[in-house]
C-alpha cells in the first residue's frame, strides 16, 4: 500500500469519526423513538397460533436489494421504484422518473422476480409493478405412479399493481396501489383484488421521518380448476350401487397475508462525503408474532453505500426466516445504481438479492 493511500484511509477514518462524534446526541433521541415503537408491540404469543393461516405467501418476501440489506426495515426509508411494495407514498420521494429490477434465486431452485416503475405527473406520481414466483416445472405423481406419470406441472403466483402518491403538503404523503393477486399451481387457479396504503410524515424534528403501510388489504382466495373433480362411492360397503359418482371436492377460502408496519427513518449525518441513516420498523402481520426491523446506511461521496440489519427480533418462531442482513450499493452514474443484499435464512441457508434501478 502506497503512502498516499494510506494518507487518504487515515483522513477518512479521521472525518468519520469526528462526524460520528458530533451526531451523537441525536442518537439518543432515536433510542428513545426505538423503545417507543416497542412499546406498542403487544404480546407476541398471543398471534403465534395464526402461523400458517394465509394464501399467497410469496407477497410477504421483501422486494428490494436495498431494503432487504437494511434489515427489512423500509417503510419510512423508502425513496425509489420499490414504494410500490414497501409504501406508495414514498414515490414521492423519487427524483424524475425511475425503473428498476431486482432478482432473487430462492429455495429448491424457486426465483421471485420484482419489476417496477415510477413516472412523475404534473400532480402526483404513477407507478407500476410486477412481483413473481416461479416454482419451475415438478414431475406429476400419484399413488399408482409414485415415479411419474410423464406429466408436468407448474407453481406460480404474481402480483399486478397500479399505484398513485401525491405530497399533499411539503411534509405529509400519501399513496395508494391497486393490484391484482393470483396464484396457479397445476389446473388450479385462485386470485383475488387487493389494496395498499401508506403515509409518510417528514417531522418538525430535523432529518427525522416517519411512515406507516397497510398491505394486501383484500378478498379471501380459493382455489379452482379441474384437479377437485374426483369420482366417489357414497357406501363402499354396499355391492351394486354407484361406485363413480362425480364429485367436486371443496375447497376452504384463505385470507391474505395483511401486513401493518410503522417506523422512522433518521439521517444521523449528512455531509458532502459522508451519509449515515438508521431505521427501525414494527411490523403487525395477521398470520404471525409482530416483530421488529432494525438497518442502518453508510454512503460515501453519493457513490458506494454500505448496508446492514437486523430483520424479525422478537419473532418467537422465527422458522426459515434467520436475522442477519447486508449487502452494498453502487452508484454507477446519475442514471444507473446497481445492489446486492445478503439474507440470512436460519436453516434454510442463505439467499442473494441482486437489482437495478434507473433513471430516466
Known amino acids: 500500500m502506497s503512502t498516499q493511500s494510506l494518507h487518504i484511509i487515515l483522513e477518512f477514518w479521521s ?5 460520528l462524534a458530533s451526531k451523537l446526541h441525536h442518537c439518543f433521541s432515536i433510542a428513545l423513538v426505538f423503545f417507543g415503537l416497542m412499546g406498542v408491540l403487544p404480546n407476541a404469543s398471543l398471534y403465534a397460533q395464526n402461523q400458517g393461516t394465509t394464501a399467497l405467501s410469496f407477497i410477504e418476501i421483501p422486494a ?27 414515490m414521492t420521494q423519487v427524483k424524475g422518473n425511475q425503473a428498476g ?17 415510477v413516472v412523475g405527473l404534473k400532480n402526483g406520481f404513477l407507478g407500476a409493478h410486477m412481483y413473481l414466483f416461479d ?23 404474481i402480483s399486478l399493481g397500479l399505484s398513485y402518491a401525491q405530497a399533499l403538503t411539503d411534509r405529509f404523503s400519501m399513496g395508494g ?22 403515509f409518510q410524515y ?43 359418482i362425480p364429485a367436486n371436492l371443496y375447497v376452504k377460502t384463505w385470507d391474505l397475508p ?36 432494525v438497518g442502518m446506511e453508510y454512503g460515501y461521496r453519493d457513490m458506494v453505500y454500505l448496508r446492514s440489519g437486523y430483520a424479525h ?30 439474507s440470512e435464512r436460519g436453516d434454510l441457508g442463505s439467499v442473494n438479492t441482486i437489482g437495478l434501478s434507473v433513471n430516466f
Open 258 to 293: 395483511l401486513i401493518f408496519r410503522i417506523g422512522f427513518d433518521y439521517e444521523v449525518i449528512e455531509s458532502l462525503d459522508h451519509s449515515l441513516r438508521i431505521a427501525t420498523d414494527a411490523v403487525y402481520p395477521n398470520n404471525n408474532s409482530n416483530y421488529v426491523n
Open 64 to 90: 428490494g436489494a436495498r431494503s432487504i440489506a437494511m434489515g427489512e426495515a423500509y417503510v419510512a426509508v423508502v425513496d425509489d421504484h420499490s414504494a410500490l411494495y414497501w409504501n406508495p407514498a414514498g
Open 135 to 157: 416454482g419451475g416445472l415438478m414431475d406429476v405423481t400419484t399413488l399408482y405412479y409414485p415415479e411419474g406419470t410423464g406429466e408436468q406441472f407448474s407453481v406460480q403466483d
Open 202 to 244: 417528514q417531522t418538525p424534528l430535523e432529518r427525522l421521518k416517519l411512515g406507516f403501510s397497510i398491505t394486501n388489504f383484500g378478498s379471501e382466495m380459493r382455489l379452482e380448476g379441474d384437479n377437485t373433480f374426483v369420482r366417489i362411492d357414497q357406501d363402499p360397503q354396499t355391492a351394486g350401487d354407484n361406485d363413480g
Open 313 to 342: 427480533l422478537f419473532l418467537t418462531d422465527n422458522y426459515g426466516q434467520g436475522h442477519f442482513r447486508s449487502g452494498i450499493g453502487l452508484q454507477i452514474s446519475n442514471k444507473l445504481q446497481f445492489d446486492f443484499s445478503y
Open 15 to 19: 472525518a468519520l469519526r469526528s462526524l
Open 101 to 117: 429490477f431486482q432478482y432473487t434465486e430462492w429455495f429448491v431452485d424457486t426465483q421471485l422476480s420484482y419489476a417496477s416503475a
Open 177 to 198: 396501489t391497486l393490484k391484482l393477486v393470483q396464484s396457479r399451481i397445476w389446473r388450479m387457479r385462485a386470485s383475488s383484488m387487493a389494496l395498499d396504503l401508506g
